[in-house]
Each structure stands twice: as C-alpha cells, then as structure tokens.
C-alpha cells in the first residue's frame, strides 16, 4: 500500500499564511487536498491534474489557496493565505492513479482518489 509524505502544517494565526507538500507517485493523474475538522465529514478544498496542473477549488478557499506542482518531483503543493479559524482541521493530500477522467466538483470527491497521506494538522488562532 502507497502511503503518501505530507508536510508542512503548523500553528499559524489569523491572517497568516501556511505552505503544505506532498510527494506522490509517479503515475498519478489527478491530485487533491482534503481537510476534516473533528466532528466533520471530510470536505475537499483543491485538485489539480498531474499533467496540466489545471486547478479546481473549493468557494470555501478560492482566492485564498493555491495548488501547484513540481513534476519533476512528483510533489504538490497548498499554498494557503489568508488563513481564517475555520480553516483549522487535519489536511490530507491525495492522489488518484486511475486513468478515467473526472472533472470539477468530482475532483473534490475523497471516493474517486486511492491514495492518501497521513494527514497533517493545521491549526489557526486569533
């Protein structure tokens, strides 16, 4: 089983800024970043194809986050901004190997992606 290596959440206060990463395989298509607060379902917040990096958010986050990629690394990233109280949950990137196309609010869906991190912690303060 793949275990995807996150890093990169923190402490951080209102208004500040935190820069998530995550190292995938090689043969992904599509990655996505997904956040869950306790006592909540887990909500997707970006995606983006690993070969155009054409990027789809969340209304709770646009504006705010932005997902990139380094394919010669096979790492994404969430640069988050402008970072709210309701921003605070465990963070987890995934990535889904399957070739068939997904597009938009699909992309945000924890069921159509295979692989997942362990999860990091972002936790944001007044």
């Known amino acids: 089983q793949v275990q995807l290596v996150e890093s990169g959440g923190g402490s951080v206060q209102a208004g500040g800024s935190l820069r998530l990463s995550c190292v995938v395989p090689?043969?992904?298509?599509?990655i996505g970043w997904f956040r869950q607060a306790p006592g909540k379902e887990r909500e997707g917040v970006a995606s983006a194809r690993f070969d155009d990096g054409n990027p789809y958010y969340a209304d709770s986050v646009k504006g705010r986050f932005t997902i990139s990629l380094d394919n010669a690394k096979n790492t994404h990233y969430l640069q988050m901004n402008s970072l709210k109280l309701e921003d605070t949950a465990m963070y987890y990137c995934?990535?889904?190997?399957?070739?068939?196309?997904?597009?938009?609010?699909?992309?945000?869906?924890?069921?159509?992606?295979?692989?997942w991190g362990q999860g990091t912690q972002v936790s944001v303060s007044s």
């Open positions: 995934a990535a889904r190997t399957f070739i068939a196309t997904i597009r938009g609010a699909a992309t945000l869906h924890p069921d159509n992606y295979n692989y």
């Open positions: 090689e043969y992904t298509y599509y």
